[in-house]
C-alpha cells in the first residue's frame, strides 16, 4: 500500500526533476531562435529597401557604384540565408513556413538562385551595361517571390 503510494509520488517528483534540467537549455535554444528570427527579418527589410533604392535611384540615375554595393549585399545575405534558418525556428509570429525544414533543399536552392541572380546583377554593374543591369534587377525581383510563394506564410 505504502510503496505503490510512493511510485505514484515519485513519478511526478522524477518527471519535474528532469524537467527542471532542461530548463536551462531550452531557455538557451529560445533565445538562439530568437535573435536567428530576428537577424534573418531585419535583413530580409534591408534586402526590400535595396530593391526599391534599385529601382527608385540607382537604375534611373545609371550609378552603377551603388548598384554594384547593393549587389554585393544581397549576394552576401543569399549566401548566409540557410545559416539564418536553424531547424525549428519556425513560430506563430514568424512568417517561415514549416516546408523550409521538410524541403530543406529545395530551399537552399531557392537561395541559390537568388544568389545567382544577385552575382548576374553584380556583373552586369562592373560592365556598365543598364540593359543587363535592368535585366538582372528582374531576375533578383523573380528570385525573391519564388522563394516567398513557397516558403513564405502570407
Ligand atoms: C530562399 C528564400 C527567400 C528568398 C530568396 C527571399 N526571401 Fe524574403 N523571406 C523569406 C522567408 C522564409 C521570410 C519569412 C521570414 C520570417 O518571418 O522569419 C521572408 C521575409 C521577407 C520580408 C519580411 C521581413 C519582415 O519584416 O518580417 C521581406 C521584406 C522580404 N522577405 C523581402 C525579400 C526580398 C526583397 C528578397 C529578394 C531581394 C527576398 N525577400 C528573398 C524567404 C526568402
Known sequence: MFKRFFILLGIPVLV??????????????DEAIKAAQEERKQRFKASGASMKALYREHLPAEDYQAIKAEATVLVKWAKDMPEAFPFGSDSDNDEAKPEIWTDFEGFKSAAKAYETASLDLQKA????DISLVKTAIGSVGASCKACHKKYRKK
Open 125 to 128: 554593374a562592373e560592365q556598365n
Open 16 to 29: 519535474g526533476l528532469s524537467l527542471a534540467g532542461l530548463e536551462p537549455l531550452m531557455a538557451q535554444n
